[in-house]
C-alpha cells in the first residue's frame, strides 16, 4: 500500500486500506492523513469516516471524532459498534448521562455484543456503580472470549469494586498472562495486592506501572504512600 500510494494518491481504496493498515499498528499519527483523505474522496462511506473518528479519539482529538461518527451514524444509525465508539469517547469525557444513553441503546440493538458488553461494565466499574449488572455484562464478554485480556482486566475490576479481592488478583494475573503488561493492569493488580496486604508487591506493581505510563500522577502518589 506504501508503494500504491505514490501511483495512486487519489484512490479511495488505497487511501482507506494504507490507513487502516496503519491504524491497527496504533501509528494513528500516520493513519490520520490517510483515512482523512479517504473521507475527501468518499464522503459517504462508514468505514471510513468510523475509522477515521476513531483515529482522532486515539490521537485526543475528541471534537472532531465526535462530528465523523455522528457523520456515520446518519448513515448508518443502528450500527451498534459506532454507537459503542461513540459512548466509549462521551465517558472518556466525563459526559455519563450521554455515554451511558448511548451503551443503553446499543445494547437494545445487539444484547449480547461483548465489546459493548464489557466497554459498558468497565464504565460502571470506573464510577462505582451498578456493579453487580456490571459483573454480569462481562461476565458475557468472557463467555464469548475467554482469552481477551481487555475482558480479562474488565471483570478482575469489577471484582475488585466489589471487594472480592482474591477473585480479582485471578483475573487480572490471567489478563498480564495472556496480553502482557500495561500501565493500567499492571496499577489494577497493584491496587488489588494492597487490598490483600501485600505491600511490597503492590509498591512493585505500582512501579512498573509508572514506567510504562510516567504521566500517572495519582501512582507516584501510591508509591508514595505505599497504599491505595
Same mark, same amino acid.
Given at each position: ?24 499498528? !496504533?501509528?494513528? #499519527?500516520? &493513519? ?7 473521507? =475527501?474522496? $468518499?464522503?459517504?462511506?462508514?468505514? +471510513? ?51 451511558? !444513553?448511548?451503551? #443503553?441503546? &446499543? ?7 461483548? =465489546?459493548? $458488553?464489557?466497554?459498558?461494565?468497565? +464504565? ?105
Amino acid at each position: 500500500m506504501s508503494e500504491a500510494i505514490l501511483s495512486f494518491p487519489e484512490d479511495f481504496y488505497v487511501n482507506l486500506i494504507l490507513g487502516l493498515s496503519l491504524a491497527q499498528q !496504533s501509528k494513528h #499519527e500516520e &493513519a490520520e492523513k490517510y483515512l482523512k483523505k479517504s473521507t =475527501l474522496l $468518499n464522503p459517504t462511506d462508514v468505514t +471510513a469516516l468510523s475509522a477515521y473518528g476513531f483515529t482522532l479519539n486515539q490521537l485526543k482529538d475528541n471534537d472532531k471524532a465526535i462530528f465523523y461518527l455522528n457523520q456515520a451514524l446518519e448513515i448508518e444509525p443502528d450500527e451498534v459498534q459506532l454507537i459503542g465508539t461513540l459512548a466509549m469517547i462521551y465517558n472518556g469525557m466525563q459526559s455519563h448521562e450521554l455515554s451511558d !444513553s448511548l451503551y #443503553e441503546r &446499543a445494547l437494545e440493538l445487539k444484547p449480547d455484543d461483548p =465489546l459493548i $458488553n464489557n466497554n459498558y461494565s468497565y +464504565a460502571f466499574a470506573t464510577r462505582g456503580i451498578q456493579l453487580e449488572r456490571a459483573l454480569k455484562m462481562v461476565q458475557i464478554s468472557i463467555a464469548a472470549d475467554s482469552l481477551n485480556s481487555s475482558y480479562l482486566d474488565t471483570i478482575g475490576w469489577v471484582h475488585f469494586m466489589l471487594g472480592n479481592y482474591k477473585e480479582a488478583k485471578l483475573y487480572l494475573e490471567k489478563a498480564i498472562e495472556v496480553g502482557g503488561e500495561s500501565a493500567v493492569m499492571l496499577d489494577h493488580l497493584a491496587d488489588t495486592e494492597s487490598k490483600l496486604g501485600n505491600k511490597e508487591r503492590a509498591i512493585e506493581l505500582w512501579k512498573n506501572s509508572l514506567k510504562l505510563d510516567p504521566t500517572k500522577i495519582e501512582i507516584q502518589n501510591k508509591i508514595d504512600k505505599g497504599a491505595i
